[in-house]
């Protein structure tokens, strides 16, 4: 699955006008002195680099090297000011975040090189320390702020997905599906990937023309008008962002299945009737860790008897997730507000505090994810004008290519996982 990984998309990336750096404001200048002064620190520490190789070139025009000469990967890092040091240092993934956002550096290869970084971070010890902590306590207490309650949801969900139809529409496939796909081949149409996937839940599912599914977060309606056309079925679809329900009504409309496909506005905590199947796909992740009691419970007080739940999730390794939700990370502050990925553990345990759902099955798809994530980055970049058009400026487009890239390079390495999984009540005959 490795092997289905897209390259171009680095070169056209790195094809992009080098980001313009801001003349130093006063505290630019302080940012710089002191990244200055950590900057031999960050070179000893890069002496114990263990895998690949990279080139480091820094302000003053010097060029560092580190790792074995010809290992590979091998990616290039150009510092154009220190502060980026001092960012780093300082404030971990939100400060190495931002100053890419600043145009404080940048890299021939940016999934490539944060791979690198990832597969580093123990050697160079850059583990988080107090100092980040403390440094990252108001982004601490502002990801606490952004609570999932009924009105958090909304305003979250809005940040990220009430940004512009038309800015999802530039890079996504033309199904608008945003979440993970499954290739079969390393070419393959994303499309038709995306399809895939859908196919694998219809499947685990089995889906059939009795059934009325209800999807929990349907985005753009891409599984909904797959899954009736396919498989004849009901779909009732809810998402809380307003911009999806138009476009995703439209859609329906247009295809033909309003008989078929119901897309409303509502939180999950509010679905009312009863339905045999429920498919969930990457919207767990919006729910946050003191409401998912409240979202297998609504599952399981949804659900009729026999009937079974499809989730796909990205997760968090089990041994990083207690770490991981003690703090604010980068994706948090500027991708997904109020988000939280789950890790397995928890999710079972939440699942077996309330309910009786238990997992029929577990599929970790997270390579798929690292291709889905390069292609959207590639298109994303080969459309960089329309997006410019939109109205989205240098700040944001840098910030959109380290989202893409960060997650790419966290499912290549497995720092990530994205799983698929069954679930039906113990105790229950399947509906046939
Ligand atoms: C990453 S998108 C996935 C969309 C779609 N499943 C797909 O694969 O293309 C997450 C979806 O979850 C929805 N969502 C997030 N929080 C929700 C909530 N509290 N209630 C209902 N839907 C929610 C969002 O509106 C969005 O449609």
Redesign the pocket.
């Known amino acids: 699955m490795n092997g289905y990984e897209s390259h171009g998309v680095h070169d056209l990336a790195h094809d992009l006008p080098t980001p313009v750096v801001e003349a130093p404001t006063p505290t630019g200048r302080w940012r710089d002195l002191l990244g200055a002064t950590l900057r031999p620190a960050v070179l000893r520490a890069l002496r114990n680099w263990q895998t690949g190789r990279l080139t480091v070139h820094l302000p003053d025009g010097t060029v560092h090297a580190v790792g074995e000469a010809g290992a590979e990967p091998h990616a290039t890092l150009r510092v154009a000011r220190d502060a980026f040091f001092a960012d780093f240092v300082l404030r971990g993934d939100i400060g190495a975040g931002e100053s890419y956002m600043a145009g404080d550096w940048s890299t021939d290869d940016l999934p490539g090189f944060i791979e690198l970084a990832l597969l580093n971070q123990q050697a160079v010890g850059r583990d988080d320390s107090w100092i980040t902590a403390l440094m990252n306590v108001p982004n601490d207490i502002g990801h606490w702020l952004r609570k ?1 309650t009924r009105q958090g ?1 909304r305003r979250n ?1 809005r940040r990220h ?1 009430d940004l512009s139809n038309d800015l999802f529409a530039l890079f996504l496939d033309p199904s ?4 993970a796909a499954v290739f079969d081949s390393p070419g393959e149409d994303l499309t038709r990937a995306q399809e895939r996937k859908f196919a694998r839940f219809g499947e685990a599912l089995r889906l059939g023309p009795a059934d009325h599914v209800l999807e ?5 309606g ?2 909904a008008l797959y899954a009736a056309r396919t498989y004849g079925c009901r779909v009732t679809g ?4 307003r911009e ?1 329900l138009d476009l995703a009504t439209s859609r329906v409309a247009a295809a033909g299945l309003g008989d078929r496909v119901d897309i409303r506005l ?4 509010d679905v009312t009737g009863a339905f045999d199947k429920i498919v969930s ?3 767990l992740e ?2 946050g860790r003191e409401h998912w009691p409240v979202f297998f419970a609504t599952c399981d007080e949804r659900l009729r008897p026999g009937g079974l739940v499809g989730i796909q999730t990205i997760s968090m390794p089990d041994h990083r997730f207690e770490a991981y939700a003690r703090h604010c990370d980068w994706i948090q502050k500027y991708i997904f507000p109020g988000g939280l990925l789950p890790s397995i553990s928890e999710l079972c345990r939440t699942m077996a505090a309330g309910t009786r759902f238990t997992l029929r099955r577990v599929d970790d798809i997270a390579p798929h994810y690292a291709t889905t994530l390069a292609r959207w980055r590639a298109t994303f970049f080969l459309r960089v004008d329309a997006v410019r058009a939109l109205g989205f400026d240098d700040r944001f487009i840098r910030m959109w290519d380290f989202y893409l890239a960060t997650c790419e390079a966290a499912f290549r390495t497995r720092f990530l996982g994205t799983l698929q999984l069954v679930v039906g009540r113990a105790g229950e005959r399947p509906v046939p």
């Open positions: 999932n949801s969900i997905y608008m599906t945003y979440s929990i977060g349907c985005g753009w891409a599984f809810i998402t809380i962002s999806q509502c939180d999950y905590r796909i990457e919207m919006a729910v």
